[in-house]
Nanobody
């Protein structure tokens, strides 16, 4: 059974930083493409950042230069370093693993507010 467990969300002031983590079990982690998605109230879930099994990354334009996705295959973990956070980054952030099938974590809330 594949499980994804996110952590690291919270309340941060504008301009601050957070690092999200997602630990994956039940699959061959290194073969999965990993992604971070987010969903704000009243909006559709959107892809924020993705990293392939070959460590190729891509980002939505609104976070380029501020967010960095990385993975540690030895720890079965994917990270999202978020810097220079803005109020519009407020959302529930979800981890996604994709290899043959797609799996989701339960989500972690990120709130950017003064």
């Amino acid at each position: 059974q594949v499980q994804l467990v996110e952590s690291g969300g919270g309340l941060v002031q504008p301009g601050g930083s957070l690092r999200l983590s997602c630990v994956v079990s039940g699959t061959i982690f290194r073969l999965n493409a990993m992604g971070w998605y987010r969903q704000a109230p009243g909006r559709q879930r959107e892809l924020v950042a993705r990293i392939t099994s070959d460590f190729i990354t891509n980002y939505v334009d609104s976070v380029k230069g501020r967010f960095t996705i990385s993975r540690d295959n030895a720890k079965n973990t994917v990270y999202l370093q978020m810097n220079s956070l803005k109020p519009e980054d407020t959302a529930v952030y979800y981890c996604n693993a994709h290899w043959i099938n797609a799996y989701w974590g339960q989500g972690t809330q990120v709130t950017v507010s003064s």
